[in-house]
C-alpha cells in the first residue's frame, strides 16, 4: 500500500486524446460498461471532448505521470452528471475518488449545476457507497429508460 504522500503526488488535468489507451485500461480494471464501438470509441470521446458541457478530467501522478483516476463531468443545462469515476486498483481506498468528485463537482456548480446526480449500476455496491459517502441519495424509485441508436452504442 502507498504512502500517504504518494497519494498527495498527483495532479488533475483535463483529458488529453492521447491519454486514451490507458483510460481505456483503467475503466476496464474497474469494471465499468465498456462501449469501445460506440460511446467509448476513439473518435467519439474525441468528440465528445470538444463540446461545450463536457468536462473529462484524469489524475496523474506527480507531473506528467501515469493516469491514475479519471471522472467526467457533464451537464444538460440543468443538471451535473458525475460518469466514469474511476480510480487504479491499487490506490483506492485513500481519498482520490473523492477529491475526483469534488473536482467535478466545483467545475460543475460554478456552471450553476444546483443538482449533480450519478448513473450506478444496481449491482455496483461500492460505488454506491461511495456516492452515499459524498453525499448523494439514492432513489431507487427512478428507472432508467435508454433508447439505442444502434447495439454497443
Ligand atoms: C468508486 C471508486 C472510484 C472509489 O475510489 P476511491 O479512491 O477508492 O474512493 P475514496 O477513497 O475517495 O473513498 C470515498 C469514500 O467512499 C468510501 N469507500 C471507498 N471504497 C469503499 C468500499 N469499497 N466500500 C465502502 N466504502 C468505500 C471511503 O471510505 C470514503 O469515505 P470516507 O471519506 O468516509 O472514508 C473506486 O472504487 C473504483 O475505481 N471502482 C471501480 C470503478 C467504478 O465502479 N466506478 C464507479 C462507477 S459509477
Redesign the pocket.
Known amino acids: 500500500m502507498p504512502e500517504k504522500s504518494q497519494m498527495d503526488n498527483f495532479r488533475v488535468r483535463e483529458f488529453r486524446i492521447e491519454d486514451y489507451a490507458r483510460v481505456m485500461e483503467l475503466w476496464a480494471e474497474?469494471?465499468?460498461p465498456l462501449k469501445p464501438k460506440g460511446r467509448d470509441s476513439r473518435e467519439n470521446i474525441a468528440r465528445q471532448i470538444k463540446m461545450p458541457n463536457v468536462l473529462f478530467l484524469v489524475a496523474e501522478e506527480g507531473e506528467g505521470g501515469r493516469i491514475i483516476g479519471t471522472v467526467l463531468a457533464t451537464h444538460d443545462g440543468r443538471k451535473g452528471w458525475i460518469n466514469r469515476?474511476?480510480?487504479d486498483a491499487t490506490l483506492?481506498?485513500?481519498?482520490?475518488?473523492?477529491?475526483l468528485v469534488r473536482e467535478a463537482e466545483r467545475r460543475l456548480e460554478a456552471l450553476g449545476m444546483d443538482i449533480l446526480a450519478?448513473l450506478?449500476e444496481d449491482d455496483?455496491a461500492?460505488?454506491m457507497?461511495?456516492f452515499e459517502?459524498?453525499g448523494y441519495k439514492k432513489h431507487p424509485e427512478i428507472i432508467y429508460f435508454a433508447k439505442r441508436k444502434y447495439p454497443g452504442v
Open positions: 474497474g469494471g465499468l469515476l474511476a480510480v483506492r481506498k485513500q481519498g482520490l475518488g473523492a477529491r450519478c450506478i455496483n461500492i460505488s457507497a461511495v459517502k459524498l
